[in-house]
């Protein structure tokens, strides 16, 4: 990790270029995110349930277009799908200051969509071909990235949405994004399919495409993702009101709550990467869900004053599985189409972030808050069962 660090600072490796054009994008497209993009929909009209979709439809983008890509990536090579992503991360934000309608803004977010479903599985992709060993250490480096600019777009979205209008912001997030061309620029590109001259792109599609799905980490990987990512933005979705329902409630506990998950996050991704490097893949994924199940059971239990109790545990959780699942798919699916792999796994993973927060709305329509959090728990619980009986027979 202390020489993934040196070398950023110097960007001497392509890990370190990648990880400087992943936390450029990632910051400058999550400026755009929250809060800027509710308070923009909201400028021009849009109601309480457009803007849920809004917000929701570039997830829906990459859900279905991440396959693609990935795929593309393993015929034509990653570095051009990486500028390819960047231009449009840098190139969209100029379209808002011509928005009007809800309608309008909702198209060019499907479009805006189309960054992240590229830069998403072919960077993964990027990284874990870069050498055999070590695949869960640089995983886990990278997805820093993306936490980074998570802690710090609401940040720098507040400080300039005080001083400046909605339509300036977004043309300093297209200009600023273009910087992220730079290091992308100096990344070598050694995996350019050799046969793609002999073999149409609508065939190669279909056998990228037909190789992966049979392959049973990658639907592992993926369904552990997906499940997380279901449980994690259900609870992103409502945690917040469910702290301020509470006697002496507030929102800064509720940002406390989510800046404590992702700063754990960060802290346990090293753990989580070093375990998956000596194979203890299934170990860290079985730590780690144990980890988020027990954190939503004593969401119910613990006082408002011991709540960051349960934020350290989703972290501490997250930071096991995801490097650890990102690992083992990588060492089990085929180098030639490992695109195709991650791309899959990136839809898995975009179909929880959707339907998530659906699902908790529908059990909050139901149900307490506490009987929605202890049937998240238990949806965990079901799926580690099974991960903890393979992990103890592969011992």
Known sequence: MLENIRSLIFLQSNLARLFLADFLVRSFYQVGKTPLLPLFAASIGAGEVIIGFIVSVSTMTGMLLKPLFGILSDRWGRKIWLLVATLIFSGIPFLYQFITTDQELILVRLFHGISTAIFG??????VASLDSNNVGSRIAFFGISRLLASLIAPLIAGILLTFLDFEVVFMLIGFCSLVAMAPIFLLSDNHIENSREKVSIIKYFYTSFASSIKIASIWLAGLLE?????????V?????????SQEGGTI???????????FIHIIFRVVGGKLADRNHTLLAIVIGMFLIAL?????NILPQNLLLLSAGLFGAGQGFIFPSSVAMLSRKANKIHIGAAMGLYGALRNLGKVIGPIIAGLLLSIYSYAIAFYIFALMIVLILVPIFIIWIKER
């Open 236 to 244: 992103k979705a409502f945690l917040p009101i469910f702290i301020i």
């Open 121 to 126: 599985p072919v960077s993964l992709a990027y």
């Open 226 to 234: 997906l499940m997380v990512y279901l449980t994690i933005y259900a």
């Open 295 to 299: 954190g939503l059971s004593l969401l």
């Open 252 to 262: 800064f506990q509720a940002g406390l709550f989510f800046f404590t998950q992702e």
